[in-house]
T-cell receptor, first 112, second 117 residues
């Protein structure tokens, strides 16, 4: 049982490039989330999903897009990378009816 | 607006001494409160939660937290700190805005715990 898996672990992007951060979970959780972590700021919610085919914006969605075609996968897309998107990105999942979330190991992204 | 505050950026404690990491919250209604720990270059690990019931909640690795409704606080505690407890600690509250419980979390800014031998 792998839990929540994120790839890649590290990535350096140039300004204007695009990339997709992958997240998959094998726990059959309905709810999935993308957070970004900036020093001294805690974690901020980017997007979330309550099930396949359903996504919604969080607190800081600008510059990102998501999709949820299956229960397992919740990729995060950066279309035009900007230095402000330099951050550590965490994917998390939560089973319906339970309260604590399970987090992936994170993706450290640097935009130069 | 809902929020979580961790007033200390860093807490220093000697090994064997008791530790407290502070957290206060502001939410409408009854809060769902959580503590997570993050070790260097790792994801967040769940420590404990308060949903309802006993105000003293026990969690993983000997940690506990005390829910105080009148002071809107949920401080993390441990009777005897270990060097291996050194990490970044996050307090979080379930975002209850809107009509459905979507499991979204609002995090505090984090507190670095340093336990010295």
């Amino acid at each position: 049982n792998a839990g929540v898996t994120q790839t890649p672990k590290f990535r350096i992007l140039k300004i204007g490039q695009s990339m997709t951060l992958q997240c998959t979970q094998d726990m059959n959780h309905n709810y999935m989330y993308w957070y970004r972590q900036d020093p001294g700021m805690g974690l901020k919610l980017i997007y979330y999903s309550v099930g396949a085919g359903i996504t919604d914006k969080g607190e800081v969605p600008n510059g990102y897009n998501v999709s949820r075609s299956t229960t397992e996968d919740f990729p995060l897309r950066l279309e035009l990378a900007a230095p402000s998107q330099t951050s550590v990105y965490f994917c998390a999942s939560n089973p319906l009816g339970t309260v604590e979330a399970f987090f992936g190991q994170g993706t450290r992204l640097t935009v130069v | 607006a809902q929020s979580v505050a961790q007033p200390e950026d860093q807490v220093n404690v000697a090994e064997g001494n008791p530790l407290t990491v502070k957290c206060t919250y502001s939410v409408s209604g009854n809060p769902y409160l959580f503590w997570y720990v993050q070790y260097p270059n790792r994801g967040l690990q769940f420590l404990l939660k308060y949903i309802t019931g006993d105000n003293l909640v026990k969690g993983s690795y000997g940690f506990e937290a005390e829910f105080n409704k009148s002071q809107t606080s949920f401080h993390l505690k441990k009777p005897s700190a270990l060097v291996s407890d050194s990490a970044l600690y996050f307090c979080a509250v379930r975002d209850m805005a809107g009509s459905s419980n979507t499991g979204k979390l609002i995090f505090g800014q984090g507190t670095t715990l340093q336990v010295k031998p």
